[in-house]
């Protein structure tokens, strides 16, 4: 994470930086990116960046720790105050609050991609597995809490659920990336909302099914 420097900078230079790092790791992910880049881009010395960030790990680190907030902006839920209504509400708002960003900063989904698809290999750097292990703390807490008040479905493993959802939102990134320059916003919106519809309905509780409560470390009871 960055270092207490930082985050004294002048506000408007801290998301030059913050920005200018994130469109180069989108266009060629954490490995390829390249620090000097950044740092021109950005035009600070690499002697002063190493103020601010232990290496490029810290940096990709703090990228994603600064949009995922930005992405979860004013609509990240109190999970406590989540009721089995209220839960669908807000996660479509999730939904489409990401989508907003996307239009908003069109190199925001291949950053969030770079950053998935670097979790996902073997070898990850401190910072990036600590970010990500914040990130799917958070989604784990949100679909904990969707079981707990009835929202989510109960008969099925905790980690199955949770794969269930991030393999439908990985392949609709990934066709989105693949297609989005062709497509019409007003498309883009109708499939992307058409993918939540799916996801809500593969992991939500059947109408009218009892089904068993959680039981411990994501199991569920008879």
């Known amino acids: 994470m960055p270092r207490p420097r930082f ?8 998301a030059r930086i913050l920005e200018t790092a994130a469109r180069e790791f989108a266009a060629h992910g954490f490995d390829d990116a390249s620090l000097n880049h950044i740092l021109a ?4 010395s690499k002697g002063a960046a190493y103020y601010y960030f232990d290496d490029k790990a ?3 680190a703090a990228v994603m720790q600064h949009y995922w907030q930005r992405v979860l902006g004013t609509v990240e839920p109190d999970l406590d105050a989540l009721d089995a209504e209220s839960f669908w509400t ?15 900063q069109p190199w925001l989904l291949p950053l969030f991609k770079s950053f998935w698809g670097r ?3 073997t070898g990850l750097p401190k910072p990036l597995a600590e970010q990500f292990a914040l990130v799917i703390g958070w989604l784990r807490a949100y679909v904990e809490r969707g079981r707990e008040i009835g929202a989510v479905r109960s008969d099925l493993p905790l980690e199955l659920v949770m794969a269930l959802v991030t393999a439908a939102d990985d392949a609709c990134d990934h066709w989105l990336l693949e297609n989005w320059e062709r497509l019409e916003r007003s498309e883009v919106e109708r499939i992307t909302h058409a993918v939540f519809d799916g996801v809500r309905r593969m992991v939500e509780p059947p109408a009218g099914a009892a089904l ?6 994501g199991t569920t009871t008879p």
């Open 7 to 14: 985050d004294k900078l002048d506000p408007e230079k801290r």
């Open 41 to 44: 881009a950005a035009d600070i």
């Open 58 to 60: 810290d940096l990709f």
């Open 90 to 104: 807000k996660t479509h708002q999730l939904y489409h609050r990401a989508l907003d960003d996307a239009y908003e």
């Open 119 to 121: 979790a996902q290999s």
């Open 212 to 217: 068993p409560a959680p039981g411990p470390e």
